[in-house]
T-cell receptor, first 116, second 115 residues
Framework: GENVEQHPSTLSVQEGDSAVIKCTYSDSASNYFPWYKQELGKRPQLIIDIRSNVGEKKDQRIAVTLNKTAKHFSLHITETQPEDSAVYFC???????????????FGQGTILTVHP | DTAVSQTPKYLVTQMGNDKSIKCEQNLGHDTMYWYKQDSKKFLKIMFSYNNKELIINETVPNRFSPKSPDKAHLNLHINSLELGDSAVYFCASARRDSGGLKTQYFGPGTRLLVL
């Protein structure tokens, strides 16, 4: 089955700096990669996702890049703000074939702290 | 505007008890999930139902039994609770979009503490 590794486990930055979180996956058939943000005591919420036919996607201060050959994808947050502090999860899913029911395999999570 | 809701929000119980967690979604989705998030924040899928049919059943003790009375509800019953069952349990739902993808929306979570 799919295995997703996420690094770093903790990341501390100053307000205004950029933050980068990286994930690698094992199943070359995986073709959908969402990122979730989970604030303390809250539910995970989708912030951005990317399909395998796209190399990069951007939404305001966040962007995701995908390298299918190397089987890794990254989340980039620019101009970080204290409210960006949360746990971030990457995930991978294989939507091909008969098992396209959305089984997500999550990374271990990255605790991002943005210091004012 | 609650999309995915869970009850109860908190559940404190003794070892050996049986308890249920309920989940409802009003998004018209056809697929629902149960995830367990342990103390290290690791999110792991437990079950998934599509149109009331069990389609994903990960390696979970058979003390855990999901039940889907209809597409909008997925409940989780846990028998003979153990200390290691303490975690946050998240329900999620999803639908297929035009590209065949399923964006998952999570419920608020149920914080289970077994004493």
């Amino acid at each position: 089955g799919e295995n997703v590794e996420q690094h770093p486990s903790t990341l501390s930055v100053q307000e205004g700096d950029s933050a980068v979180i990286k994930c690698t996956y094992s199943d070359s058939a995986s073709n959908y990669f969402p990122w979730y943000k989970q604030e303390l005591g809250k539910r995970p919420q989708l912030i951005i996702d990317i399909r395998s036919n796209v190399g990069e996607k951007k939404d305001q201060r966040i962007a995701v890049t995908l390298n299918k050959t190397a089987k890794h994808f990254s989340l980039h947050i620019t101009e970080t703000q204290p409210e960006d502090s949360a746990v971030y999860f990457c995930a991978a899913r294989n939507i091909a074939g008969g098992t396209s029911y959305g089984k997500l395999t999550f990374g271990q999570g990255t605790i991002l702290t943005v210091h004012p | 505007d609650t999309a995915v809701s869970q009850t109860p929000k908190y559940l404190v119980t003794q070892m050996g008890n049986d308890k249920s967690i309920k989940c409802e979604q009003n998004l018209g989705h056809d697929t629902m999930y149960w995830y367990k998030q342990d103390s290290k924040k690791f999110l792991k899928i437990m079950f998934s139902y599509n149109n009331k049919e069990l389609i994903i059943n990960e390696t979970v003790p058979n003390r855990f039994s999901p039940k889907s009375p209809d597409k909008a509800h997925l409940n989780l019953h846990i028998n003979s609770l153990e200390l290691g069952d303490s975690a946050v349990y998240f329900c999620a739902s999803a639908r297929r979009d035009s590209g065949g993808l399923k964006t998952q929306y999570f419920g608020p979570g149920t914080r289970l503490l077994v004493l």
